[in-house]
């Protein structure tokens, strides 16, 4: 079974940087990782993942050019850095993973993280 954890979350001012980190237990390469993010009031939304074997990305148009995704097999851990940032990317970010999909961005997640709190203020 897939065990997935969160880190890096924080407060950080608007313009700052983070970097994410899912580190996972349980999968191979078949996997592929995906980055949601829900704030209060409004729906979970995937903004960045990360298909398994090939390893293409994808990126919601709200976060691409200021976030990055990439995985260090090595280590089975994915990372989220997160440049420029803004209040609008305060929310909650999960990692979540699912066996066997090349369209992380539209696939079902079988496996989540339990979420890390990001705050964008000044």
């Known amino acids: 079974q897939v065990q997935l954890v969160e880190s890096g979350g924080g407060l950080v001012q608007p313009g700052g940087s983070l970097r994410l980190s899912c580190a996972a237990s349980?999968?191979?390469?078949?996997?592929?990782i995906g980055w949601f993010r829900q704030a209060p009031g409004k729906e979970r939304e995937v903004m960045s993942c990360i298909n398994g074997r090939i390893g293409t990305t994808y990126y919601a148009d709200s976060v691409k050019g200021r976030f990055t995704i990439s995985r260090d097999n090595a280590k089975n851990t994915v990372y989220l850095q997160m440049n420029s940032l803004k209040p609008e990317d305060t929310a909650v970010y999960y990692c979540?993973?699912?066996?066997?999909?090349?369209?992380?961005?539209?696939?079902?997640?079988?496996?989540w993280g339990q979420g890390t709190q990001v705050t964008v203020s000044s």
């Open positions: 349980g999968f191979t390469l078949d996997y592929a």
């Open positions: 979540a993973a699912q066996r066997g999909s090349f369209y992380c961005e539209t696939t079902p997640y079988d496996y």
